[in-house]
């Protein structure tokens, strides 16, 4: 009997979560076989849900990354200020991350390997995150701020200045030094000083010699 499209989805998320699972316990990223076999499923039954090995991918990422997309969402939906808002947008994805690395920093470092061997398969979702920056940037203009540059501009050098807090090598990397107390300071910071005049005021740096 074919699958329902609301049984389908279902089992995606459970099949997404019993990979990660197996990737916890087994201390190593696995097989699509692994997954098949422990899925109770028949191959065939499996392949009704899904197409091939990216989309088991795609749909283990999708499940790693919703409390992530979740936050960026909630933020979208709030009235804070422009300054508080992309504060938020950044916070509470790193606080997602942080926490799960604390719990299990092993299991954290594997995913984040998984997540760069198949990193076009997650460009998606830095898309998206780059859309609702753009319209917070947006925001933020309305009222002032970030005079002098196209949106496109101040979301490269904000990403540039900020992502380290949503990058999950990062994590790895600087663990303890990575604070939510650092990236309010930051974006206050980009907020105070970030704009296209700032930009041209900073080019006197070209002309800087090396001491003999």
Same mark, same amino acid.
């Given at each position: 009997?074919?699958?329902?499209?609301?049984?389908?989805?279902?089992?995606?998320?459970?099949?997404?979560?019993?990979?990660?699972?197996?990737?916890?316990?087994?201390?190593?990223? $696995?097989?699509?076989?692994?997954?098949?076999?422990?899925?109770?499923?028949?191959?065939?039954?499996?392949?009704? *849900?899904?197409?091939?090995?990216?989309?088991?991918?795609?749909?283990?990422?999708?499940?790693?990354?919703?409390?992530?997309?979740?936050?960026?969402? #909630?933020?979208m939906k709030t009235d804070l200020p422009p300054n508080r808002k992309i504060y938020e947008f950044f916070r509470r994805r790193f606080v997602i991350q942080?926490?799960?690395?604390?719990?299990?920093?092993?299991?954290?470092? *594997?995913?984040?390997?998984?997540?760069?061997?198949?990193? #076009?398969?997650?460009?998606?979702? $830095?898309?998206?995150?780059?859309?609702?920056?753009?319209?917070?940037?947006?925001?933020?203009?309305?009222?002032?701020?970030?005079?002098?540059?196209?949106?496109?501009?101040?979301?490269?050098?904000?990403?540039?200045?900020?992502?380290?807090? $949503?990058?999950?090598?990062?994590?790895?990397?600087?663990?303890?030094?990575?604070?939510?107390?650092?990236?309010?300071?930051?974006?206050?910071? *980009?907020?105070?000083?970030?704009?296209?005049?700032?930009? #041209?005021?900073?080019?006197?740096?070209?002309?800087?010699?090396?001491?003999?």
């Amino acid at each position: 009997m074919p699958l329902t499209q609301e049984a389908i989805a279902s089992e995606r998320e459970r099949i997404a979560q019993l990979a990660l699972d197996l990737v916890d316990q087994r201390g190593s990223s $696995i097989e699509i076989q692994s997954v098949i076999a422990e899925s109770g499923l028949s191959r065939a039954r499996f392949g009704e *849900i899904f197409e091939n090995e990216d989309d088991v991918f795609d749909a283990v990422a999708a499940h790693w990354l919703k409390p992530n997309t979740a936050a960026m969402e #909630e933020v979208m939906k709030t009235d804070l200020p422009p300054n508080r808002k992309i504060y938020e947008f950044f916070r509470r994805r790193f606080v997602i991350q942080r926490d799960r690395f604390r719990e299990n920093p092993v299991y954290f470092a *594997i995913v984040c390997e998984m997540g760069a061997a198949n990193f #076009e398969r997650i460009r998606s979702n $830095i898309d998206l995150a780059d859309h609702y920056l753009c319209e917070l940037i947006a925001e933020a203009q309305a009222e002032g701020f970030f005079p002098g540059l196209e949106i496109d501009e101040a979301l490269s050098m904000i990403n540039q200045m900020v992502s380290i807090y $949503i990058m999950p090598d990062a994590l790895v990397m600087m663990g303890e030094k990575l604070t939510e107390q650092k990236l309010a300071r930051i974006i206050d910071t *980009i907020f105070a000083g970030l704009s296209g005049e700032a930009g #041209e005021a900073a080019g006197g740096v070209n002309t800087m010699r090396i001491a003999t």
